[in-house]
């Protein structure tokens, strides 16, 4: 269940209250993620904006959905974020599966 494990993901890390909170939360997905992290923080009383990047078939950025004036100004940055956090989650994958393909 995707978007229930995107919402316990952000409040594990908003429960974190010595961190700071971020000036904008980007999700991978549709409009059935973004609206999940949104819940997440409406919960909690908490209004910290959220973007989505949507993917095509191919796993290539098609979108971003949100409000427009934020991903006008940090488009670069949303797109160079989603990537490295795709890199990230690629290579853990790839070293676990490794792993316990060899046992």
């Known amino acids: 269940n995707d978007p229930a494990a995107l919402t316990e993901m952000l409040e594990r890390r908003l429960n974190h209250h010595e961190w700071p909170l971020p000036n904008l939360i980007v999700v991978d997905g549709n409009i059935i993620q973004r609206n ?3 819940l ?3 919960n909690r009383r908490m209004t910290i904006p959220v973007v989505s990047v949507v993917k ?4 290539k ?3 971003i959905t949100g409000e427009k004036n934020l991903i006008e100004m940090h488009k670069l940055g949303i797109l160079l974020a989603n990537s490295e956090a795709h890199r990230f989650s690629i290579k853990l994958h790839r070293n676990k599966r490794g792993k316990n393909f060899l046992k």
């Open 36 to 38: 999940a992290a949104k």
């Open 40 to 42: 997440a923080l409406m």
């Open 56 to 59: 095509d078939e191919r796993h």
């Open 61 to 63: 950025p098609k979108e």
